[in-house]
C-alpha cells in the first residue's frame, strides 16, 4: 500500500480528496496526512478540513510541520495555499504531482483565468505537472484542454475549469499512484505555445480601469475581473472611485 499526503483547499480541493477517500482501497493507497487552510470561500460546504477530519486524517496548515514528517509515497496538491520548497517536495519517495487550473506553460501562477481572458486566449486548460522548486514550472504529466466561449466571463471559465479539472483527477490519480506516465518538459512547449507567470497582487491592478479606453478593452477587463465575492473592477471619474457590478439574475 501506498502512502499519500494531500494538500489543498477550496471546492476542487474538496472534491478531489473526496475522490482519494472514495478509493483508497482500489488505488492501494492510504492518506496519511492533510495540509490545507480551509477556504471555503467559494462553497461554505465543501470543507477540507471538515472532510479529513470524518476519515480520522490528521490535518495541518502550515507546511513546516511536513518537514518532522515521514516520507511518503506520493504528495498531491490541489488548490493548496503555501509554496513548497525543495526540502518538502523531497518528502515524496515516487512524486509530488500539482493539479494546475489552467494549461501550461502558457499560464503559471495565480489568477490564470482573468489573464487568459485579457490576452484573448482561443484555448485554456487543467494541468497535472510534477512539482519542483519553479511555481508551476514542472513536467506536464497529463492535460484536458478546451475552446474558451466567446464574451466569457471569469466565473464561467473558472467553473468550465473546475469541471474539467476534476474529470483530469478523476481519470489519472490511478495513473499517477501506478507511475504510468510519460513527463513532457514544459520548455519543449514553449516554442510554440509560449508561457508566462502571474502572482496574486497583479489581479488588483487590472481591476483599475481607464475609462478613456477603447469600449472593447473596457468591456474584456470587466469580464476578466468580475467574480462574485470579490471586489469589483472600478475606474476613476472626476476623482470619484465608480464601480462596476454586474446585473444579478
Not at 68 to 91: E, F, G, N, R, W
Not at 163 to 185: C, M, V
Amino acid at each position: 500500500m501506498k502512502t499519500v499526503i494531500f494538500l489543498g483547499s477550496k471546492p476542487i480541493g474538496y472534491e478531489c480528496l473526496q475522490h482519494l477517500f472514495s478509493r483508497q482501497d482500489s488505488l492501494g493507497i492510504k492518506v496519511t496526512a492533510v495540509f490545507t487552510n480551509d477556504n471555503t470561500r467559494f462553497d461554505k460546504n465543501k470543507s477540507v478540513r471538515d472532510l479529513a477530519t470524518s476519515f480520522g486524517v490528521p490535518v495541518y496548515e502550515d507546511i513546516a510541520a511536513l518537514e518532522t514528517m515521514a516520507p511518503v509515497d506520493v504528495l498531491i496538491s490541489v488548490q493548496y495555499h503555501q509554496i513548497l520548497k525543495k526540502k518538502h517536495i523531497q518528502k515524496a519517495k515516487q512524486l509530488a504531482v500539482n493539479l494546475h487550473m489552467a494549461p501550461l506553460p502558457e499560464y503559471r501562477g495565480c489568477n490564470q483565468f482573468s489573464f487568459a481572458i485579457l490576452d484573448g486566449a482561443k484555448e485554456f486548460g487543467t494541468t497535472l505537472h510534477v512539482m519542483n522548486e519553479d511555481i508551476d514550472g514542472g513536467d506536464i504529466l497529463f492535460e484536458r484542454r478546451f475552446p474558451i466561449p466567446a464574451d466569457v466571463f471569469v466565473k464561467e471559465l473558472y467553473q468550465k475549469t473546475f469541471e474539467e479539472s476534476l474529470i483530469l483527477f478523476q481519470e489519472h490519480i490511478e495513473d499517477i499512484i501506478r507511475g504510468e506516465y510519460q513527463p513532457i518538459a514544459q520548455s519543449d512547449r514553449i516554442p510554440t505555445h509560449g508561457t508566462s507567470i502571474h502572482y496574486r497582487n497583479e489581479v488588483e491592478q487590472i481591476k483599475c480601469i481607464n475609462w478613456r479606453w477603447p469600449k472593447e478593452k473596457i468591456e474584456r477587463h470587466i469580464r476578466a475581473t468580475s467574480m462574485p465575492g470579490f471586489p469589483p473592477p472600478y475606474t476613476y471619474i472626476a476623482g470619484k472611485k465608480i464601480e462596476f457590478h454586474l446585473k444579478e439574475d
